[in-house]
Antibody, heavy 119, light 108 residues
Framework: QVQLVESGGGVVQPGGSLRLSCAAS????????MHWVRQAPGEGLEWVAS????????FYADSVKGRFTISRDNSKKTVNLQMNSLRGEDTAVYYC????????????WGQGILVSVSS | QSALTQPRSVSGSPGQSVTISCTGT?????????VSWYQQHPGKAPKLMIF???KRPSGVPDRFSGSKSGNTASLTISGLQGEDEADYYC????????FGTGTKVTVL
């Protein structure tokens, strides 16, 4: 079955960096777009970034553009989110999510990982 | 891109139907057939309930149905059950992705 497992979260000071990883299994990873979605404490869902199946085309929310970089390694079945210049408002649970085949929705999600930006 | 507008909360008794609206603009909800809905229980990851406005993934009960009219999409839960009590989010894909503000469904 599809599994997505995030790692790399934790506490970081404002202005610092953190790299999240998501390990995928149970499906043909190289055929699907992958995404990061976050949820601040007590708030709603916010799309962060997407990378297409081939790793070439990437999209970012305006709130993270220029600070975050999404990447993938199809040989290792992982998708990463490099987060630089972190701010307090980046504090959230970050979810890795998989494309629904042939559609623009997210049919499987990881359990989420907490990133806390605080001095 | 601004968040899509959903009611903060809706409620219903077991067996009743509830409908959650998701209002956007002609640049997102109204302009594309890519509206999806997610259910999220407290402390859990979201779960896909509806995609492409009306389609249900396998395993989602047919009590859940989606529709769209103009710039507003809707999720209807028929025959409400206790386990349906959760937060629900709509999402549109006008090139990138935009989520709704979220609706808490309470089963009375």
């Amino acid at each position: 079955q599809v599994q997505l497992v995030e790692s790399g979260g934790g506490v970081v000071q404002p202005g610092g960096s953190l790299r999240l990883s998501c390990a995928a299994s149970g499906f043909t990873f190289s055929s699907y777009g992958m995404h990061w979605v976050r949820q601040a404490p007590g708030e709603g869902l916010e799309w962060v970034a997407s990378v297409r199946y081939d790793g070439v085309t990437k999209f970012y929310a305006d709130s993270v553009k220029g600070r975050f970089t999404i990447s993938r390694d199809n040989s290792k079945k992982t998708v990463n989110l490099q987060m630089n210049s972190l701010r307090g408002e980046d504090t959230a649970v970050y979810y890795c999510a998989k494309d629904t085949y042939g559609d623009y929705s997210f049919d499987h999600w990881g359990q989420g990982i907490l990133v806390s930006v605080s001095s | 891109q601004s968040a899509l507008t959903q009611p903060r909360s809706v409620s219903g008794s077991p067996g009743q139907s509830v409908t959650i609206s998701c209002t956007g603009t002609s640049s997102d909800v109204g302009g594309f057939h890519y509206v999806s809905w997610y259910q999220q229980h407290p402390g859990k990851a979201p779960k896909l309930m509806i995609f492409d406005v009306t389609k249900r993934p396998s395993g989602v009960p047919d009590r859940f149905s989606g529709s769209k009219s103009g710039n507003t999409a809707s999720l209807t839960i028929s025959g409400l059950q206790g386990e349906d009590e959760a937060d629900y989010y709509c999402c549109s894909h006008p090139g990138t992705y935009v989520f709704g503000t979220g609706t808490k469904v309470t089963v009375l």
